[in-house]
């Protein structure tokens, strides 16, 4: 097996190689999220930067990846990719298309999960020594609303790679937006906040650091 | 635009507006003026927010009537968004919601568009009520139910159907006539009586800030407004009303006196439009409805007192043209 820097990468590290029809289409659908989640965007202690960066969040809806990734400047969004599911992505031509071309996602399989191919492998690989990354820690939707605990995989990825920036992602009341199990939107006002970056501290347990990861997020709540 | 009276109206707003735009500016470049700095600059905020209504209306008036209809309607789908995110719903709503955004909001438009009082009316009251109502019953979510569908209910009564009576106006027709009623429904004469409504609503406003600050002494509740006073709401609706017999000339239908009862009233209804939205942010904890403008407040805080005032102007007219 090829380490990862050795890995042939032909579209990841340019994206000028992305169809015209694919930009078109990319910026189209940042332009309607924000417009329909009705987002306003706020950097708390923090810049957007084209540095390589995880965006960690809290998973409430269908529209989290997108949103994020509408509200980064055009630039970071180009070299940002949304880590999603692959048993929901690769479903139809259509929504693999989408994910695959127009967001770039990194499609990770939730139900076949290797030992010598973990996800966080995968994910750092694919992201190379330029690419930034848009995860959601939870792993998946909460119903209830409330920021669940963290899985362990923010924190390999943090553990293989001290040296990216991880930013906290707060996503409110995008649940509302469109709540799991339904697919037609109402147009409320949600709000996206990005905070300062954090790293994994030497010697810092695990549990200590998903804890403190959550924190983050909840911290920029208000 | 070949109306004098039109000419004479927006000659004396833009006179009156480039005049305190530059007391506005003198008192920013002159802070040893013994006057709140703060205070300072929520004046030159407001003035800056008139300029952009000033400049929206006349776009709007310059596209026609069909426009004017389509911008209120925007304006009342954000003020809608704005109240319902405030307020927190179930997600056994989220249905009822949908239509309500997408299809009773746009169709009651439509129907103010064409004229058709006699749907428009009842339209969102009843019907969208109902809709409403079964909607959510349909959707299997008992919890807290009149209390959630009343505030849906409260949101489209408030931003959409209330606020939908300024644009209405356009639409007033009439059929002869004593002398100055007859030419009401000549575009011109329709667009002076919405912009008299919401020259009046902003006036009032202001008045009931000055009147307070000046004499402000009781106030009417103060676990709900910390600065609206019984001295500003008085000194607010005589100002308001003093304006009105004043500019009767551009309101079309009304007699001076006739002018004077309808700024007393304008300015009773903003000021409780103006209450009852304080008391909505009381209760869910904030100051603002919107961060669409840093500083600016939402859209609803903007359009509250005009959601009040603008059905109570329309019938009066209506009552006063004998229609």
């Not at chain 1, 899985?151 to 469109?178: F, M």
């Not at chain 1, 905070?195 to 030497?202: A, F, K, Q, S, V």
């Not at chain 2, 925007?74 to 704005?82: D, G, H, P």
């Not at chain 2, 009401?184 to 009032?204: M, P, T, Y």
């Amino acid at each position: 097996m090829l380490a990862p820097a050795d890995m042939p990468t032909p579209s990841l590290d340019q994206p000028a190689s992305r169809s015209t029809l694919c930009k078109v289409t990319g910026l189209g659908l940042a332009g309607l999220a924000r417009l329909l989640a009705g987002a306003s965007i706020r950097w708390i202690a923090s810049q957007p930067d084209t540095c390589q960066r995880v965006y960690f969040a809290n998973h409430t809806s269908h529209l989290d990846a997108l949103l994020i990734w509408a509200s980064l400047p055009r630039l970071v969004r180009e070299i940002t990719r949304p880590v999603a599911a692959k048993d929901y992505w690769s479903r139809g031509a259509l929504r693999r298309w989408l994910a695959e071309e127009v967001f770039n996602a990194i499609l990770i399989d939730r139900t076949d999960i290797k030992v010598h191919q973990s996800p966080v492998d995968l994910m750092l690989r694919q992201a190379g020594s330029t690419r930034s990354l848009i995860v959601f820690p939870e792993g998946s939707r909460s119903t209830s609303g409330e920021v669940g605990d963290f899985k362990s995989g923010l924190y390999y990825l943090a553990k293989k790679r001290p040296e990216i920036e991880l930013i906290p992602v707060h996503i409110d009341n995008l649940n509302r937006v469109l709540p799991r199990g339904e697919f037609l939107p109402v147009p409320l006002l949600s709000c996206i906040s990005f905070g300062p970056p954090l790293w994994l501290e030497r010697d810092e347990a695990k549990l200590d650091f998903l804890a403190r990861a959550r924190r983050a997020v909840l911290s920029l709540k208000e | 635009m070949n109306d004098i009276r039109t000419i004479a109206l927006v000659a004396g707003v833009l006179l009156l507006l480039t005049v305190v735009t530059g007391v506005g500016q003198f008192l920013k470049r002159h802070p040893d003026r013994g006057i709140d700095a703060a205070a300072v600059r929520t004046f030159n905020m407001r003035i800056r927010g008139w300029w952009v209504l000033c400049t929206v209306l006349a776009a709007a008036f310059w596209l026609g009537s069909t426009a004017t209809v389509t911008l209120f309607g925007f304006v009342s789908f954000w003020a809608l968004r704005e109240f319902i995110t405030l307020t927190p719903t179930r997600k056994g709503d989220h249905r009822a919601l949908f239509w309500v955004f997408f299809l009773f909001t746009p169709l009651h438009y439509v129907l103010v568009g064409l004229n058709r009082y006699d749907i428009y009316s009842v339209f969102l009251p009843v019907y969208a009520t109902l809709f409403v109502l079964a909607r959510a019953a349909v959707a299997g979510d008992y919890k807290r139910f009149l209390e959630r569908t009343a505030k849906i209910q409260a949101g489209l009564v408030v931003c959409v159907y209330c606020l939908s009576f300024a644009p209405a106006l356009l639409e007033l027709q009439v059929n002869g006539g004593p002398e100055r009623v007859g030419e009401l429904g000549s575009r011109d004469a329709n667009f002076r009586l919405l912009f008299f409504l919401i020259l009046l609503v902003q006036f009032a406003d202001c008045m009931q800030y000055v009147w307070s600050r000046m004499l402000g002494q009781r106030l009417v509740a103060a676990a709900v407004s910390s600065n609206r006073t019984w001295e500003g709401l008085l000194g607010s609706a005589t100002s308001t009303a003093l304006l009105a017999a004043v500019l009767w000339w551009a309101a079309p239908p009304f007699q001076p006196w006739q002018a004077a009862i309808v700024g007393l009233v304008v300015a009773v209804m903003g000021f409780a439009g103006g209450m009852t939205m304080s008391a909505i942010k009381r209760d869910r904890g904030v100051k603002d409805y919107g961060t669409l403008v840093v500083g600016h407040g939402g859209v609803l805080d903007r359009i509250d007192s005009i959601c009040f005032a603008a059905p109570v102007f329309y019938h009066m007219t209506v009552l006063v043209i004998g229609g």
